[in-house]
């Protein structure tokens, strides 16, 4: 069974680093054909895509937060990372981790974690 | 910057066809997912490659594809089908989603 979780501070003040971390189970990132991907959703919103990292430790980045996002894995423990600098209130939202299963079809996003909540607020 | 574009909402009655759109240039050249989205809860994929359904997702659930438009249909609505619906595609390194759908069944 696949699972994933987010981990995270749930208040962080304005120009602070987000630290955020994907605990999952279920597959291996070493696997060819698996990733992990970030993705947020501000309170009423659509949802955004963030970040992915693939099993070759190649990562995408969204055009428009490219500069403040990194996306990294450890794949020892299971555990994908993704900080976002300089944060602001507009970046309040829940953020939310998915495995991001690449084959023959292209990628979808399978399985997702139930989302952590974080605000910006001094 | 690519964009999809999907109606803010759409409305049916139990029993009826809901049919929800989502435009974009993207979609010529890269497959559509689609994911369900209920209050409080994370995102479902409930179509992938334009009309391939997961296992575990319902029959009623298909997708469509022609030109700039993706169509995900929900033959015989349920109002537990009643949720916001997402499209997403992806293009070069980026992916997108678009705005997403409210579907009310009553």
């Known amino acids: 069974q696949v699972t994933l979780r987010e981990s995270g501070p749930a208040l962080v003040k304005p120009t602070q680093t987000l630290t955020l971390t994907c605990t999952f189970s279920?597959?291996?990132?070493?696997?060819?054909?698996?990733?992990v991907s970030w993705i947020r959703q501000p309170p009423g919103k659509a949802l955004e895509w963030l970040a992915l990292?693939?099993?070759?430790?190649?990562?995408s980045y969204s055009t428009s937060l490219k500069t403040r996002l990194t996306i990294s894995k450890d794949t020892s423990k299971n555990q994908v990372v993704l900080t976002m600098t300089n944060m602001d209130p507009v970046d309040t939202a829940t953020y939310y981790c998915?495995?991001?299963?690449?084959?023959?079809?292209?990628?979808?996003?399978?399985?997702w974690g139930q989302g952590t909540t974080v605000t910006v607020s001094s | 910057s690519y964009e999809l574009t999907q109606p803010s909402s759409v409305s049916v009655s139990p029993g009826q066809t809901a049919r929800i759109t989502c435009s974009g240039d993207?979609?010529?050249?890269?497959?559509a997912r689609w994911f369900q989205q209920k209050p409080g809860q994370a995102p479902v994929l409930v179509i992938y490659?334009?009309?391939e359904r997961p296992s575990g997702i319902p029959e009623r659930f298909s997708g469509s594809s022609s030109g700039t438009t993706v169509t995900l249909t929900i033959s015989g609505a349920q109002v537990e089908d009643e949720a916001d619906y997402y499209c997403?595609?992806?293009?070069?390194?980026?992916?997108?989603f678009g705005g997403g759908t409210k579907l009310t069944v009553l």
């Open positions: 279920g597959f291996s990132l070493s696997t060819r054909g698996m990733c």
């Open positions: 490659k334009d009309s």
């Open positions: 997403y595609s992806a293009a070069d390194n980026n992916r997108v």
């Open positions: 993207l979609l010529t050249k890269k497959y």
């Open positions: 998915a495995r991001d299963y690449y084959d023959s079809s292209g990628y979808r996003m399978d399985v």
């Open positions: 990292i693939d099993w070759e430790d190649d990562k």
